[in-house]
């Protein structure tokens, strides 16, 4: 059985979301994956998803949007996450919309999971790894994806050995900057810290540069963030699933 998932880190703004568009095309041909799965937190001018966002993704061929501390972000989210191919962070606690999406494909069951590190996140959240660790005890999946939305490298990798030979793929995402440590892990497991960002190149994390400089010179902000604009750039990975001794993880970069 063929199992070839293509997840694309972190859409931010419009200039990310017209990224994607142009590049899918050339990235099926390349990569005849079968599974699209995609971070979709900040397309919404940065911050949160709308409804007219995720049909656009959805009509692009989407299977599933993840997400991570901006889920909540754009309030539109509340009218359509209940279900929805989006999902938001397995540990947040007792709010609307699911942390997890299973999709059945030529028999076999993949669940699709979102979780949210607490290391300097100061968000009410459940600790992530008693949480994943509850629902895989109490789950039963032929293969399992995870998106572990952290800040934390340490968090992220040790979440990596947590997760070891027990789910088929964890990929960070969250700090818009893609990590050159994909690799296979010794039990099994597709890893990568950071997938990285689909979005403005030249900003900082997506935002004008020079509003993000001035805050450090000042110590404050006088702006709002602004997308920036200019080059652009697409970060994610292509995961190779089908043969399950010797699964592939394969960084994809591509710039203007």
């Not at 293509?6 to 994607?20: K, Q, V």
Request: with cysteine; charged share 25%.
């Amino acid at each position: 059985m063929f199992i070839k998932i293509l997840f694309i880190g972190d859409i931010f703004g419009e200039p990310g979301r017209e990224f994607l568009k142009l590049q899918l095309p050339e990235l099926k041909n390349k990569y005849k994956y079968q599974l699209l799965i995609i971070n979709g937190e900040n397309a919404a001018h940065g911050r949160g998803i709308t409804h007219k966002i995720y049909k656009e993704f959805m009509d692009l061929g989407v299977n599933v949007i993840t997400s991570g501390n901006h889920i909540f972000g754009n309030h539109d989210v509340f009218n359509f996450i209940d279900n929805s191919n989006l999902i938001r962070p397995l540990n947040y606690p007792d709010c609307q919309g699911s942390g997890f999406l299973k999709i059945n494909f030529n028999g076999k069951m993949i669940t699709i999971i979102n979780l949210l590190g607490r290391v300097y996140m100061n968000l009410p959240i459940d600790c992530p790894f008693q949480v994943i660790d509850k629902f895989l005890k109490n789950d039963q999946s032929d293969y399992y994806f995870v998106d572990f939305h952290s800040e934390a490298t340490s968090e992220k990798i040790a979440m990596g050995h947590f997760l070891d030979g027990r789910v088929d793929a964890l990929v960070g995402t969250h700090t818009h900057v893609q990590t050159n440590d994909d690799r296979i892990l010794p039990k099994g497991t597709c890893y990568i810290t950071d997938v990285g960002m689909t979005g403005p190149l030249n900003g900082v994390i997506g935002v004008e540069k020079d509003i993000i400089v001035s805050r450090f010179l000042k110590g404050f902000g006088t702006e709002s963030f602004k997308v920036a604009t200019g080059n652009r750039q697409l970060n994610g990975i292509f995961l190779d699933l089908s043969d399950n001794k010797r699964p592939k993880i394969e960084k994809i970069k591509i710039y203007e």
